[in-house]
């Protein structure tokens, strides 16, 4: 009781209550915005958080993720034009229903659907969380090296079509993590006599150069200044109760799978919406109006890719293990507060295991508050001018660089990351798996040389350990399942 | 079956630069690689954790293989391939980052960043000056002011005026 009251007013304050509010709408805005998506989103807000305490920032934060993952649909209901990845499916039913007039019902379904999902998934995040914790209390550097090579499978999820590039771009995010004193014997590696390199290159700068750097260098190549903005308007009105009983069961299923697939790494909100679409579409008594604006389909989808926030979190939070480049950034976020995610989070910092599932639930009432009382406004920031938004954007990018250590070498790190990810995006080589990679690699060092001391180099020794094994089982069935199917589908 | 030269949204400009990242990556790899041999500590080799150069090896030996895996085939790109002006507007948006961060450690983050704001968007093909100018007095404020008083995050100074 003494911890839930503490918890309370933790979240209670003033400021905490105005990062969540205000990281909800910058999220939605960002989300609204086409291409912009949650990793650019929270790495604008990255700098406002440095000097915050834990839980404001962490308001601010997943006050942004929870916000860019629903806003997308505002843009995919009326324009056609997805937000973000994760809203994608929503265009498909969403956009039918704007053209016949019920844009307005139709973000009231995506609202509350949104809504619903994301408090579902806090509820696993608190169950699922804490039990995985308990359970990898027991882990020795063995397990974990296990559990980093396990989580690099899903480099090969992000990279979908693209698989040697995905793999390429993530070991040289392996590689970059090396440059500096080595964990274990403190010798400097790659630093070519530079005294900067010798502290090593933080993530920060490397996602700010990858994703936001590259992706505003890309929009100014494809800009068009003489076209016209859009002047969309529309309301937001709540579909009745009768509507929603015989959709309680899509809802459910929705969030379901979302936390499923959302505590997988490689996996993410753009995967859970579409297989929960498709499983409507399979499964809905309204089957055939798919494609012609049936809500079921956006209260999967957006039910699922809402629940994919909190389930997210689970292994990123239980084990400091991300599954993608949002969950990255925030791990990134975390240890910049000086907090470590882990097991020993659960135990040592149970208040701000709390005070995250607090503000998650917190966040998702505000977020279903926003959207009801901001749809029409949002809509206006798509008649922003894209090269004023390029212009902001870069500006804060920077100090986002720049204000991790208050150095700038991180800046010109980030816009080095910035032209390379021009580079690798016009070559077909992804660059969230260079962040995944950077993330993983100083923990899958450190634990397979540790472990090595442990067994005094003996590396078979580590297929002897049960839960160990199991791992390396399962990431070895993970990468060779689709050469499986392949071979299936061929013979 | 497709290919990139027949294939309009795979244009052989991306083949090429596909190409060019994985040998340029490959260049690295052999110069980092050659590091791997430098002198380490004793303490370093009588660990049983086998050095410091011990796991970048064997990732530079996946990068090796990954990258003459590329040059080899190339996997078409879904990202569309910018225009020349495009790629001009691109390099030169670049240039001007770089000219923003000298401006930063030069003149401070308020007057480089006024500056930035201002031009980017006049260099990018926006021609409403007076809109530019108020807006980008009014962002680049805003955030001088939350970081400076609110966030006491002390942003770089200009050398000639005191406090910003």
Same mark, same amino acid.
């Given at each position: 009781?003494?911890?839930?009251? +503490?918890?309370?007013?933790?979240?209670?304050?003033?400021?905490?209550?105005?990062?969540?509010?205000?990281?909800?709408?910058?999220?939605?805005?960002?989300?609204?915005?086409?291409?912009?998506? &949650?990793?650019?989103?929270?790495?604008?807000?990255?700098?406002?958080?440095?000097?915050?305490?834990?839980?404001?920032?962490?308001?601010?934060?997943?006050?942004?993720?929870?916000?860019?993952?629903?806003?997308?649909?505002?843009?995919?209901?009326?324009?056609?034009?997805?937000?973000?990845?994760?809203?994608?499916?929503?265009?498909?039913?969403?956009?039918?229903?704007?053209?016949? @007039?019920?844009?307005?019902?139709?973000?009231?379904?995506?609202?509350?659907?949104?809504?619903?999902?994301?408090?579902?998934?806090?509820?696993?995040?608190?169950?699922? +969380?804490?039990?995985? *914790?308990?359970?990898?209390?027991?882990?020795?550097?063995?397990?974990?090296?296990?559990?980093?090579?396990?989580?690099?499978?899903?480099?090969?999820?992000?990279?979908?079509?693209?698989?040697?590039?995905?793999?390429?771009?993530?070991?040289?995010?392996?590689?970059?993590?090396?440059?500096?004193?080595?964990?274990?014997?403190?010798?400097?590696?790659?630093?070519?006599? &530079?005294?900067?390199?010798?502290?090593?290159?933080?993530?920060?700068?490397?996602?700010?150069?990858?994703?936001?750097?590259?992706?505003?260098?890309?929009?100014?190549?494809?800009?068009?200044?003489?076209?016209?903005?859009?002047?969309?308007?529309?309301?937001?009105?709540?579909?009745?109760?009768?509507?929603?009983?015989?959709?309680?069961?899509?809802?459910? %299923?929705?969030?379901?799978?979302?936390?499923?697939?959302?505590?997988?790494?490689?996996?993410?909100?753009?995967?859970?919406?579409?297989?929960?679409?498709?499983?409507?579409?399979?499964?809905?008594? %309204?089957?055939?109006? #798919?494609?012609?604006?049936?809500?079921?389909?956006?209260?999967?989808?957006?039910?699922?890719?809402?629940?994919?926030?909190?389930?997210?979190?689970?292994?990123?939070?239980?084990?400091?293990?991300?599954?993608?480049?949002?969950?990255?950034?925030?791990?990134?976020?975390?240890?910049?507060?000086?907090?470590?995610?882990?097991?020993?989070?659960?135990?040592?910092?149970?208040?701000?295991?709390?005070?995250?599932?607090?503000?998650?639930?917190?966040?998702?009432?505000?977020?279903?508050?926003?959207?009801?009382?901001?749809?029409?406004?949002?809509?206006?920031?798509?008649?922003?001018?894209?090269?004023?938004?390029?212009?902001?954007?870069?500006?804060?990018?920077?100090? @986002?660089?720049? @204000?991790?250590?208050?150095?700038?070498?991180?800046?010109?790190?980030?816009?080095?990351?910035?032209?390379?990810?021009?580079?690798?995006?016009?070559?077909?080589?992804?660059?969230?798996?260079?962040?995944?990679?950077?993330?993983? &690699?100083?923990?899958?060092?450190?634990?397979?040389?540790?472990?090595?001391?442990?067994?005094? +180099?003996? #590396?078979?020794?580590? #297929?002897?350990?049960?839960? *160990?094994?199991?791992?390396?089982?399962?990431?070895? @069935?993970?990468?060779?399942?689709?050469?499986?199917?392949?071979?299936?589908?061929?013979? | 079956?497709?290919?990139?030269?027949?294939?309009?949204?795979?244009?052989?400009?991306?083949?090429? =630069?596909?190409?060019?990242?994985?040998?340029? =990556?490959?260049?690295?790899?052999?110069?980092?690689?050659?590091?791997?041999?430098?002198?380490?500590?004793?303490?370093? $080799?009588?660990?049983?954790?086998?050095?410091?150069?011990?796991?970048?090896?064997?990732?530079?030996?996946?990068?090796?293989?990954?990258?003459?895996?590329?040059?080899?085939?190339?996997?078409?790109?879904?990202?569309?391939?910018?225009?020349?002006?495009?790629?001009?507007?691109?390099?030169?948006?670049?240039?001007?980052?770089? !000219?923003?961060?000298?401006?930063?450690?030069?003149?401070?983050?308020? =007057?480089?960043?006024?500056?930035?704001?201002?031009?980017?968007?006049?260099?990018?093909?926006?021609?409403?000056?007076?809109?530019?100018?108020?807006?980008?007095? !009014?962002?680049?404020?805003?955030?001088?002011?939350?970081?400076?008083?609110?966030?006491? =995050?002390?942003?770089? $100074?200009?050398?000639?005026?005191?406090?910003?």
């Amino acid at each position: 009781m003494e911890l839930i009251l +503490g918890t309370l007013g933790e979240i209670a304050t003033p400021l905490a209550l105005l990062c969540m509010v205000a990281g909800t709408v910058v999220g939605v805005l960002v989300g609204v915005l086409p291409g912009l998506g &949650s990793v650019v989103g929270l790495t604008m807000v990255l700098p406002f958080t440095f000097s915050m305490p834990q839980v404001p920032a962490l308001a601010l934060m997943l006050g942004v993720y929870c916000g860019s993952v629903y806003g997308g649909s505002i843009t995919a209901i009326i324009l056609n034009t997805p937000g973000t990845p994760q809203s994608a499916a929503t265009a498909m039913e969403g956009f039918p229903m704007a053209r016949r @007039g019920d844009a307005d019902i139709a973000i009231g379904w995506v609202t509350a659907a949104s809504t619903l999902g994301g408090l579902f998934s806090v509820l696993v995040l608190m169950l699922a +969380g804490s039990w995985l *914790a308990a359970f990898s209390l027991n882990f020795t550097p063995i397990e974990y090296f296990a559990l980093g090579v396990f989580a690099l499978t899903c480099i090969a999820g992000v990279s979908a079509g693209a698989m040697v590039p995905g793999l390429l771009s993530g070991a040289c995010g392996l590689l970059v993590a090396t440059i500096g004193a080595d964990p274990v014997t403190g010798d400097l590696r790659f630093t070519f006599d &530079s005294f900067e390199l010798s502290a090593g290159i933080t993530l920060i700068p490397v996602i700010v150069g990858l994703f936001a750097y590259s992706e505003m260098f890309l929009r100014a190549a494809r800009i068009d200044p003489s076209a016209a903005r859009e002047k969309n308007r529309v309301g937001f009105r709540l579909p009745p109760l009768k509507e929603w009983r015989s959709r309680l069961g899509m809802l459910a %299923r929705g969030s379901v799978i979302g936390c499923f697939v959302g505590a997988l790494p490689g996996t993410g909100a753009a995967t859970a919406a579409f297989i929960a679409y498709s499983e409507a579409r399979r499964t809905s008594k %309204r089957r055939d109006n #798919f494609g012609k604006g049936e809500p079921d389909g956006l209260v999967a989808c957006e039910s699922a890719n809402n629940a994919v926030t909190g389930s997210a979190l689970v292994p990123t939070l239980a084990l400091g293990v991300p599954g993608d480049p949002v969950t990255a950034v925030m791990l990134g976020a975390l240890i910049i507060q000086g907090v470590t995610p882990g097991p020993q989070l659960f135990t040592q910092n149970i208040e701000l295991v709390y005070a995250i599932f607090a503000l998650l639930i917190v966040i998702n009432l505000i977020m279903f508050a926003t959207g009801a009382l901001g749809a029409p406004l949002f809509t206006q920031v798509l008649r922003i001018p894209e090269p004023l938004l390029i212009a902001m954007v870069l500006i804060v990018s920077t100090l @986002g660089a720049y @204000g991790v250590r208050g150095n700038m070498l991180d800046v010109w790190i980030a816009l080095g990351a910035g032209v390379a990810g021009v580079f690798m995006r016009l070559a077909g080589m992804p660059v969230a798996p260079f962040v995944i990679g950077m993330v993983l &690699s100083p923990m899958i060092e450190q634990s397979l040389r540790q472990g090595l001391v442990l067994t005094r +180099g003996n #590396f078979l020794a580590f #297929f002897e350990r049960p839960i *160990a094994l199991v791992l390396f089982l399962v990431t070895a @069935g993970m990468l060779l399942w689709p050469l499986f199917r392949r071979w299936r589908t061929r013979g | 079956m497709k290919t990139h030269d027949t294939d309009p949204t795979h244009p052989p400009g991306g083949r090429a =630069i596909a190409i060019g990242v994985a040998l340029a =990556i490959l260049a690295l790899a052999a110069l980092l690689f050659s590091q791997t041999f430098a002198e380490i500590s004793a303490f370093a $080799r009588a660990s049983q954790g086998r050095g410091p150069f011990f796991y970048p090896r064997f990732i530079l030996a996946a990068v090796a293989l990954l990258g003459l895996l590329m040059v080899l085939r190339p996997v078409p790109t879904d990202e569309p391939m910018p225009s020349g002006a495009g790629l001009r507007r691109a390099t030169g948006l670049v240039l001007a980052v770089a !000219v923003y961060a000298l401006g930063l450690s030069l003149a401070g983050f308020l =007057i480089s960043s006024l500056l930035f704001a201002c031009l980017a968007p006049l260099f990018l093909g926006y021609r409403r000056l007076a809109v530019t100018a108020l807006v980008a007095a !009014v962002f680049c404020l805003s955030v001088w002011y939350l970081f400076e008083n609110a966030f006491l =995050i002390i942003l770089p $100074r200009s050398p000639w005026f005191d406090g910003f």
